[in-house]
């Protein structure tokens, strides 16, 4: 897999995919059963923060095309 260029907070930067699953790889041998059910139900979490964050931007989107798209329509009647 290697490395890939992402883009995070608006800017560009190097990921070393094959490193960061190494080093997850290996913090996790380290932890005890506890440890790890919790590691893994934070990061369910954050997954699902960022499930619904995202849905919720794109509804926002949408509805602010909506809206431009309506208030288009009401300039263009009224002139």
Do not use: C, P
């Not at 995919?17 to 041998?29: N, P």
């Not at 954050?46 to 602010?64: C, F, Q, T």
């Amino acid at each position: 897999m290697g490395n890939q260029l992402v883009k995070i907070d608006g800017l560009h930067q190097l990921e070393y995919v094959d490193l960061r699953k190494a080093m997850d790889f290996v913090d996790k041998s380290a932890m005890t059963e506890e440890q790890l059910y919790a590691y893994e139900r934070f990061w369910d979490a954050v997954n699902r923060e960022n499930v619904l964050a995202e849905g919720k931007y794109a509804e926002g989107k949408a509805e602010g095309r909506d809206e431009r798209s309506l208030e288009i329509r009401r300039i263009s009647v009224s002139v």
